[in-house]
């Protein structure tokens, strides 16, 4: 059974802070060179995922779109090698995606006929909806972080606040960051799963809160490190017994719930662990940061 | 034992089976004459069963123009009939929100007395723009303008509501979504081409005179023109861009109130243009399709090819009459969506309201089939407005069976992990754990049904994870209970300040998640809605059954009080 250690949190602060400001800046300077992969759904364009019951070339199917004037951006095989799934992606800056899609089924029809192959899926997103999409959201993500900001001053006290949005930025930068270094495709699904962390990044925070005051009435002549660190150490052992729980179903889900939701997991994944870090790690102790810092200014 | 644990447990056992009865249609084939009291199974998003779904926009620039094209027009024939000549002006439309058309009036000294008839006549579509010398300019009414935007969303929504139920599908979902877009989602569909074709046509069908003082040949000439001046047909473009262009392009050489429209040849198999027709028709049109009463199949037994028969209401059987009378020998063209289906001479006045448009060439059946279609479009109503896909994805069947397979299986095995970890970690509490987490993934499933929410595969993430976060509430107050036992309290008491103390923190984790979750429903269209929705219930079921639940199973655990020690 799990005793009560006592361990400094607080006093690791500066040095996870020091990690963390590392791994944000990182991320920014990724952000202005290499740049998000947006998927289909921000970047606008057609995406086609085609299946064929007998074996295709990659470059086979390459030649034949560039030969028939398919406006092919990008063409990748899904999955193995023996499934003959692949991912067409096409960009046209003007004109009508639509007819571009149809091209590709027709030039297909024309080369394999119709029973040779199967369109699996076909997502076409228009330029203006696509760049909607993307403010939007953005804007889902902002209004998240200020509904949790201000339920937080509300529930407990404005100088828990400012830890928990920090982590919450931190875990949110951070995953983008992965994001962008495995060039992986920011979707729709992907800002799914960044909401759905926010949502349980903090719900690790609020319940160690909730401890920070329960210790605040109880023993009301400690001070506020003393009081953090006791509540982090006795909350220490739920901390790691629940992220292990989320954490093992997003890794068996990575590894075997399919490609259709492999980048949602992979997401969830960072995410749970950046969570749990942010937690102790950031959002608490900056708790005790703040309130030296506020006390010291009036002082 | 707790006061009130009677009705709760009596409360749960209900819930249990109401819950069971929800999802048993789900899970067993019941024959449809069953008298199970229900019958409606989980929907599957989209992306599960494969379907359409698509985002469809109003291009509202050019309902204005056309709106002040046609006001121009009545306008100048209010003022005849109050003995004002006038003549139709130009179109102006720098400001696309807001398009102006004059009216030239043959008497400047007219110009306070049209003024004032204009006025009288049409105060609320029209507000005056410019007033000099014997121009008059309008623009549409700011208010309505609003109309236009609010009649237009609805009717469109109706129009194609009544093509998809032509159409048949089952459990089709159309709704709008801000004041300019169209959501229409069709699960299950398997002619997508169809559908798509169906849907977005605008059907918008015009009877227009055609202008046959300008020879062909110089009509041919102008379009060479235009194609010098680089006013050409790309591949990918839209059609009807194309012939605004043309219009533009040539405005200085076409007389006024006609401009140029094509009849179109396709080749059916390639979809590839392979005959164009300039024609030159009037600007607005003296009768359209919303004065038809009924468009159906017919056969002309002479040739055996189908034509569509069109039969006019009162109304438009009396224009008929009226314009074919005073048009004998001038041409009639049947413009349907901007091309010209067939421009049969006017042989001379047309009474008793009928009329019909015959199909290009192709096979009996592909013309059969195109004649159900317009058939089933004009009907149904043409759109008021022209809509453009702005987003449209398609899933195919397959993908989708493959995709549930894979997550459901994935799910499993996670849940079977946590759930084997706790009884494992908290012993008989942790089997109480996972009776509450069963119970979780029960009233989740259910209360979708019942709610009539979809399922898509983020959905079925969504309740891997809810059961993933489900047992944080069972491991707060677990973890405070073995707190309360180390601090020396009595097993009936710790479990009663475990659950006491635990309530909050329980509470406030769910609901900032329900926060993130709120904003993702606002956010979210199709499959992450879906997500979002899976969710919040998870949420709440969350929040009774690892709560309220867990309490119950361990009052009825724990009896009078009187066990010594606790399996934790």
New interface residues.
């Given amino acids: 059974?799990a005793t009560t250690r006592n361990v400094n949190y607080v006093g690791m602060f500066k040095v996870a802070g020091l990690g963390s400001l590392l791994l944000i800046v990182g991320t920014v300077i990724l952000f202005f060179t290499k740049g998000i992969n947006y998927g289909v759904d921000f970047r606008g364009g057609v995406e086609v995922?085609v299946?064929f019951s007998e074996k295709v070339e990659l470059s086979e199917l390459r030649e034949l779109m560039k030969n028939n004037?398919v406006p092919l951006s990008q063409l990748q095989s899904i999955g193995d090698e023996a499934q003959n799934e692949f991912l067409l992606k096409l960009e046209?800056d003007?004109?009508?995606?639509?007819?571009?899609s149809?091209?590709v089924s027709?030039v297909l029809t024309t080369e394999f006929g119709e029973a040779k192959f199967?369109?699996?899926?076909?997502?076409?997103?228009?330029p203006?909806?696509g760049s909607e999409l993307r403010t939007?959201?953005f804007?889902?993500?902002a209004?998240?972080i200020l509904?949790?900001m201000i339920?937080?001053a509300l529930?407990f006290d404005y100088k828990f606040a400012p830890g928990a949005i920090a982590a919450l930025i931190h875990d949110v930068t951070i995953i983008i960051g992965a994001f962008i270094l495995t060039q992986k495709e920011f979707s729709?699904?992907i800002?799914?799963a960044l909401?759905?962390i926010?949502?349980?990044s903090?719900?690790?925070t609020?319940?160690i809160?909730?401890?920070v005051r329960?210790i605040e009435t109880t023993h009301p002549h400690l001070s506020t490190t003393e009081v953090i660190n006791r509540a982090l150490n006795?909350?220490m052992?739920?901390t790691i017994?629940?992220s292990?729980?989320?954490l093992?179903?997003?890794v068996?889900?990575l590894?075997?719930?399919?490609s259709?939701?492999h980048d949602?997991?992979f997401a969830?994944t960072i995410g749970v662990i950046l969570g749990v870090y942010s937690t102790i790690f950031i959002a608490i102790p900056m708790t005790a940061f703040y309130e030296k810092f506020s006390t010291k200014k009036t002082a | 034992m707790a006061k009130g644990w009677l009705f709760r447990l009596s409360l749960l056992t209900v819930l249990v089976l109401a819950s069971l009865m929800a999802i048993a249609p789900t899970f067993f084939n019941l024959k449809q004459e069953s008298s199970f009291p229900v019958k409606s199974k989980i929907n599957l998003g989209l992306?599960l069963q494969g379907g359409l779904y698509m985002?469809l926009?109003i291009d509202f620039n050019k309902v204005y123009r056309e709106e002040v094209i046609s006001y121009a027009r009545k306008a100048v024939a209010t003022l005849k009939d109050s003995g004002i000549e006038s003549t139709v002006g130009t179109l102006e439309a720098t400001d696309p929100m807001d398009p102006r058309h004059s009216i030239i009036l043959t008497k400047e000294t007219d110009r306070e007395l049209a003024k004032e008839k204009l006025r009288e006549f049409y105060n609320y579509p029209l507000r005056l723009t410019l007033d000099e010398g014997n121009t008059l300019q309008y623009g549409l009414g700011r208010d309505y303008l609003r109309e236009i935007e609010d009649t237009a969303l609805s009717k469109s929504i109706e129009v194609i509501r009544n093509r998809i139920d032509e159409f048949g599908v089952t459990e089709p979902e159309i709704i709008s979504q801000g004041t300019d877009r169209i959501v229409v989602q069709l699960p299950g569909v398997k002619d997508?081409?169809r559908a798509?074709d169906l849907i977005g046509r605008t059907a918008k069908l015009e009877f227009k005179f055609v202008n046959d003082e300008i020879s062909p040949a110089t009509l041919n000439e102008w379009l060479e023109k235009a194609k010098k001046a680089g006013v050409e047909y790309?591949?990918?473009?839209?059609w009807s861009d194309y012939i605004s262009e043309i219009n533009k392009n040539l405005v200085n050489d076409l007389p006024k109130g006609y401009e140029i429209a094509f009849s179109k040849t396709l080749n059916k198999n390639?979809?590839v243009v392979t005959d164009l027709e300039p024609y030159l028709v009037e600007v607005g049109a003296p009768l359209t399709g919303e004065e038809l009463q009924e468009a159906i199949v017919r056969i002309d037994q002479q040739q055996n090819r189908p034509y569509v028969g069109l039969e006019f209401k009162p109304q438009g059987a009396k224009i008929f009459e009226e314009i074919t009378g005073a048009n004998i020998g001038k041409r009639l063209a049947i413009v349907l969506d901007g091309n010209v289906y067939s421009a049969p001479v006017v042989q001379g006045r047309i009474a008793g309201g009928s009329a019909q448009i015959t199909l290009g060439a192709g096979d009996y059946n592909s013309t059969m089939m195109e004649a159900r279609d317009l058939a089933l479009v004009l009907r149904a109503g043409a759109l008021p407005v022209e809509l453009?896909?702005?987003?449209?994805?398609?899933?195919?069947p397959?993908?989708g069976a493959?995709?549930i397979e894979?997550?459901q299986?994935?799910?499993l095995?996670?849940?079977f992990?946590?759930l084997s970890?706790?009884c494992f970690?908290y012993k008989m509490s942790g089997l109480i754990a996972t009776v509450t987490i069963v119970l979780n993934v029960l009233f989740t499933l259910s209360s979708l049904i019942l709610v009539g929410a979809t399922l898509s595969?983020?959905g079925?993430?969504?309740i891997?994870?809810t059961?993933?976060?489900a047992?944080?509430g069972n491991?707060?107050i677990y973890?405070r209970i073995?707190?309360e036992l180390r601090a020396g309290m009595t097993p009936f008491e710790a479990v009663r300040t475990g659950f006491e103390?635990a309530f909050?923190?329980i509470a406030?984790?769910?609901?900032?998640?329900?926060?993130?979750?709120?904003?993702?429903l606002?956010?979210?269209t199709g499959?992450?809605r879906g997500?979002?929705v899976t969710?919040l219930i998870g949420i709440c079921t969350t929040v009774y059954t690892s709560y309220f639940v867990s309490k119950v199973l361990f009052e009825i655990y724990l009896g009078q009080g009187s066990k010594k020690s606790l399996s934790i």
């Fill in positions: 059974m995922m299946k004037q046209s003007k004109g009508d995606l639509n007819a571009v149809n091209q027709s199967e369109i699996l899926k076909n997502d076409i997103v228009g203006k909806a939007s959201a804007k889902a993500l209004w998240a509904a949790i339920y937080l529930r729709l699904q800002v799914a909401l759905a926010i949502g349980y903090v719900n690790d609020v319940v809160y909730d401890r329960e006795e909350t052992s739920r017994i629940t292990m729980t989320v093992g179903v997003s068996v889900m590894v075997w719930g399919g259709v939701i949602f997991f969830m | 992306d985002v926009g997508i081409t798509k790309k591949k990918g473009e839209r390639t979809n453009v896909f702005e987003e449209q994805r398609v899933v195919g397959s993908l493959d995709a894979r997550a299986m994935a799910a095995v996670g849940a992990l946590v970890f706790m970690y595969l983020p079925i993430a969504g891997a994870l059961v993933g976060m047992v944080d491991i707060l973890e073995r707190e103390k909050w923190a406030d984790a769910n609901i900032t998640t329900a926060l993130a979750g709120l904003c993702l606002n956010f979210g499959p992450v997500f979002a969710l």
